[in-house]
């Protein structure tokens, strides 16, 4: 039966705000999961005490760009328009349905002018704290990677510039043990770069000139700069069109909660931005084991730094820089004892020289090349030369390779698309981390850090909430398990532990007569590996056989 003229426009009802929120909503899991008057302690020396209006509750405007990040909106503006009509947001607000909502503009001068770098980063602290109570961080396996965001820059407006060249934080490292090396092989160590070359003592000619002039221009480089947003850098890669870009650089736990984040220009490259990721993470988490990288972070100096902290780094094949169509690369063995390269002619390539960039050469004697059937294929030098290099911190990279034929480093190189690709594919789908309307290095790292932020809170809030569901879960899909062979087996093995269980829970558990939140209470009992150590949400008993029957189930 067609129904015509629904047009209940104008009644008036009285109804309870809270009744107009589905209970799965997501805000209602995120209000339940953490206390947001953690808050006020973070900007609270930002405010006035005394003296000034009223301001608008910092929980809300807190609230409110959550809200942007997690439902992927593009604007304050349009989050603002959102807020003011959506039942859901003003409930999450704490905001009544004819109360007017925070206009945009104040929510975006706090962020620009009050609430500072600091204020953000201990916003993101404080969500990783929350998920490290409730028991689901695990950092010992870490997945670094860095994607690049979009800038809102005019790729048209730019202009070339000449800026100093960046010198690698490892410079003084590296140039120690350079001049060891050539030390231990009876050559002159480098000299300073950055001392004036000594005057000469007697004749003076040009030669301390084309030094000085060729350091300078190695101190120089040229960039393309945006005009609209000039801490912006041109990226292109690939078929990808030329574009001006950010770059966050990121690292994540095997259950995909953000670590840290950096925020470098685009055409910063991902192993320059390592160090700085690499420290801040091993700083607030010293329980790291294992970085998991791409090849692109393979080089001498990240496998040295992260070898010598003893831990270890799983990375993938990085294909050598040979010339095309020549000899293999693995056919020139390099032997450690006598120091020196055998080529696959089965000639002896000596030491030459070690550069500055640590690179030890190795060379062929040109008689002896001359005369080689196979010289086409080693080299095209017009003095029959051929130059092998070997980096002073090679071992490092090859103990790299060592632990990508382990099995337990493979696999968890295997599981880069199901942690921190998944993060990076999730921010840009659902969360709108695409392209950035914002300007400026400071406030597009503030922009993402709350959105990793955002992510992270969503992850912990839905996890929190499926957990407390558990056992009545259990109890719904019982009849399935009990025809299963295997679960039947783990079932059996249960119900015979259930009688030694509860004496174990009489002398080490007392149940408390009040409901226990799960994420607030941790056991004191170590639990078998992949297993979370909480509580359940119910009376329940730790060693009960349903509880146990639940662990049973969720053991790998």
Not at 525 to 554: D, H, K, N, Q, Y
């Amino acid at each position: 039966m067609l129904e015509r003229g629904k047009m209940d426009r104008n009644v008036i009802e009285m109804v309870e705000i809270d009744s107009l929120v589905p209970e799965g909503h997501l805000l209602r899991k995120i209000d339940q999961a953490v206390d947001f008057n953690r808050l006020y302690e973070m900007v609270e020396p930002l405010y006035s005490e005394d003296n000034g209006r009223p301001s608008v509750d910092p929980v809300v405007l807190f609230k409110m760009v959550l809200i942007q990040h997690l439902y992927g909106l593009p604007s304050l503006r349009r989050t603002a328009e959102e807020v003011s009509l959506n039942i859901a947001y003003r409930w999450f607000l704490g905001y009544t349905l004819q109360e007017e909502t925070p206009h945009f503009s104040t929510v975006s001068y706090n962020f620009r002018h009050r609430f500072t770098e600091e204020t953000v980063a201990q916003v993101f602290r404080w969500i990783l704290e929350e998920a490290a109570e409730a028991g689901y961080l695990s950092p010992k396996a870490v997945f670094i990677d860095g994607t690049h965001i979009k800038a809102n820059a005019n790729t048209k407006k730019q202009v070339k510039v000449q800026i100093p060249a960046a010198s690698r934080h490892y410079a003084k490292e590296l140039m120690d043990e350079v001049n060891a090396d050539r030390e231990a092989h009876g050559k002159k160590p480098f000299d300073d770069d950055d001392e004036p070359p000594a005057p000469p003592k007697k004749h003076r000619d040009n030669t301390s000139k084309k030094k000085l002039a060729r350091r300078k221009k190695e101190k120089q480089r040229t960039v393309t700069r945006s005009v609209t947003d000039p801490d912006s850098g041109l990226f292109v890669k690939g078929e990808h069109k030329q574009q001006f870009a950010y770059e966050a650089h990121t690292a994540c736990d095997k259950h995909g909660f953000v670590l840290e984040t950096v925020i470098t220009p685009g055409n910063v490259h991902d192993s320059a931005a390592f160090d700085e990721v690499y420290d801040r993470v091993t700083a607030d988490f010293p329980e790291v084991e294992t970085i998991v990288a791409d090849s692109a972070y393979k080089t001498p100096h990240i496998c040295k730094k992260v070898f010598e902290d003893g831990r270890a780094l799983s990375t993938a094949y990085k294909r050598p820089q040979t010339m095309k169509g020549g000899h293999e690369w693995w056919k020139y063995v390099y032997d450690e004892y006598y120091d020196c390269v055998i080529c696959p002619e089965y000639q002896v390539l000596s030491y030459r020289s070690t550069n500055r960039d640590g690179y030890r050469q190795y060379q062929s004697a040109p008689k002896i090349c001359a005369s080689c059937p196979t010289r086409h294929l080693c080299t095209h030098s017009k003095n029959c030369v051929k130059t092998v290099q070997r980096h002073i911190w090679k071992d490092y990279e090859e103990l790299a390779d060592d632990a990508r034929y382990t099995p337990e480093y493979r696999e968890l190189y295997q599981r880069r698309k199901e942690t921190i690709e998944r993060v990076f594919a999730d921010a840009k789908e659902k969360h709108a981390m695409r392209y950035t309307q914002y300007r400026g290095l400071a406030q597009v790292s503030n922009w993402v850090k709350l959105k990793f932020a955002a992510m992270n809170l969503k992850k912990l809030a839905i996890w929190i909430w499926m957990e407390e569901l558990a056992p009545f879960i259990l109890i719904l899909l019982w009849p399935i398990y009990a025809r299963n062979p295997v679960y039947a087996r783990r079932v059996d093995r249960i119900s015979r532990q259930a009688e030694a269980s509860a004496l174990l829970a009489d002398a080490f558990w007392a149940p408390q007569p009040t409901l226990i939140p799960m994420r607030r209470a941790t056991s004191s009992i170590p639990c078998p590996s992949g297993t979370r150590r909480l509580l359940p949400a119910t009376s329940l008993s730790l060693f009960s056989p349903t509880w146990l029957f639940f662990m049973a189930m969720v053991m790998p």
